[in-house]
């Protein structure tokens, strides 16, 4: 039998002989992977310059902002006439995001960032006197379950910088970043389970506030302007502490210039396990 | 049923047209019958010579997937490569574990790389609006987390996308290359040829 018979090479390389203004397709093809790692290679670079890359290599690292490709759901509080605020905000699992710069004639705006609107957080109002109570609440989330590991849920909360606030945040799990230095500030209360605590009061300008702070288990960071007149009373469990700037004096320290008979901030510190760093700023 | 030269010659153009062109029919035929005018002349009958060609069933499926192998490796088609390994999965029901499953992996594993190409074809320049934007402070586009670094990540993306959809027909053929050799050699095993020409 014979079927030696040779076809037409019709398809036998078209893009081998492809020519595009001159050019190759080797030489396309080349170009095109010297252009594809130039650019990430320029763009990781710039991330890195920009303090992009996560602190340790452990952490998940996208190029993309982490609520990047979640649906954000922005809710308005008004303030209702009140003329301060009690906050109270309960996150079981996520990152949780605090700072002023909430609009004008609103107590907050809240942004939930997460994937499904059945784990949008209850959200309870209570106008009393010239006092607006606001609780915020994480569901929990019955179906999350199965995903737990990974699912995002990230809060950023803008709190009003014109009216004295109560504030009250309690995290699960997860990190949470909180930057009252706009804030007018009565008292603090955090408690944190797990995870990395940022809290951070630099340029505060407010009033004199009592603060509780309670982290169970990873680093927490406390960044106090050092012209205010601030004590912290530090009870640490197991990990490092670092209190550069501070006049220490047992487990207690206070700001540079501190002075017991004019009005004092106090904070009261408990940490778990982690590194605590106090920061004068 | 008769086993003789005739029914023999039947069967085998009976299965053969339509497969090979018609000249080369009527060689594969001629040789055969040169077969049994040789064997008779040394005395054999014609049953016995039927007999030792073995079924012309199974000779014609041979004949036919060595004629599709031989035609998708001259003429590299989507359409010749699928004829050749439907010949040849008729071979044996085992060629469904060696021949089609195989296929079936290569086939959906340059879908995906193609197919994540043209996404990332896409959505580069999709990304470099939005990183553009991000710079103009629309919030609204702000994925990235830096969005200049962002220009270069789009730029990646595009570039990276057209080098898999590019390197996706390379990869075919490549693949293609060394199924058409996969299955000349399985036909060699299973006809006891080892090498098909």
């Known amino acids: ?281 | 049923m008769l086993q003789t030269e005739e029914e023999y010659t039947r069967i085998l153009r009976g299965r053969l047209e339509g497969t090979l062109p018609g000249e080369e029919l009527n060689d594969i035929i001629s040789d055969y019958s040169d077969h049994f005018r040789i064997g008779k002349s040394d005395g054999r009958s014609e049953e016995e010579l039927y007999r030792s060609l073995g079924s012309p069933e199974d000779v014609a499926r041979e004949i036919r997937a060595t004629h599709l192998v031989k035609k998708a490796e001259d003429d590299k088609t989507c359409g010749n490569i699928f004829h050749a390994v439907l010949a040849t999965l008729g071979l044996g029901l085992f060629n469904l574990v060696f021949v089609l499953v195989p296929f079936i992996i290569l086939v959906l594993l340059l879908l995906v790389v193609f197919v994540v190409g043209i996404l990332f074809t896409v959505l580069g320049p999709v990304a470099l609006v939005y990183s553009l934007l991000q710079i103009l402070g629309i919030p609204a586009f702000a994925i990235w987390q830096s969005p200049v670094a962002g220009v270069f990540f789009s730029i990646g993306i595009t570039t990276l996308g057209l080098l898999f959809v590019i390197g996706d027909y390379y990869l075919a053929r490549f693949f293609y290359h060394i199924g058409i050799r996969y299955l000349k050699w399985n036909i060699g095993v299973i006809t006891g040829t080892e090498r098909v020409a």
């Open chain 1, 1 to 281: 039998m014979s079927t030696d018979g040779r076809g037409p090479q019709k398809s036998a390389c078209f893009p081998c002989h492809l020519r595009i203004g001159g050019m190759s397709a080797a030489r396309i093809l080349l170009w095109l992977a010297a252009i594809t790692i130039v650019s990430f290679a320029i763009g990781f670079g710039l991330l890195a310059l920009s303090g992009g890359f996560p602190p340790s290599p452990d952490q998940g690292f996208s190029p993309f902002r982490h609520t990047a490709l979640l649906v954000p759901n922005t809710t308005s509080i008004p303030l209702d006439g009140a003329s301060a605020g009690d906050l109270q905000i309960t996150l079981g699992a996520g990152e949780l995001s605090v700072q002023g710069g909430a609009p004008d004639a609103m107590l907050i705006e809240t942004t939930v960032f997460s994937q499904s609107p059945v784990w949008q957080p209850d959200l309870v109002q209570i106008v009393n006197n010239s006092r607006k109570s606001v609780t915020i609440t994480d569901k929990g989330h019955k179906g999350k379950a199965l995903f737990a590991v990974d699912s995002p849920n990230s809060w950023e909360i803008r709190i009003s910088d014109n009216v004295p606030v109560r504030l009250d945040v309690n995290v699960g799990g997860g990190d949470s970043q909180l930057n009252l230095g706009t804030l007018n500030l009565e008292t603090i209360s955090v408690h944190t389970g797990a995870g990395d605590t940022t809290i951070d009061l630099g340029g505060y300008r407010g009033g004199r506030f009592d603060a509780a702070i309670k982290n169970g288990v990873g680093d927490l960071t406390l960044r106090i302007p050092g012209s205010s007149n601030t004590r912290i009373l530090v009870h640490q469990g197991i990990g490092d502490i670092t209190a550069d700037g501070f006049v220490q004096h047992e487990g207690t320290y206070v700001t540079p210039g501190f002075n017991s008979s004019l009005a004092v901030n106090e904070i009261t510190l408990n940490q778990g396990v982690g590194s605590l760093s106090l920061e004068i700023i």
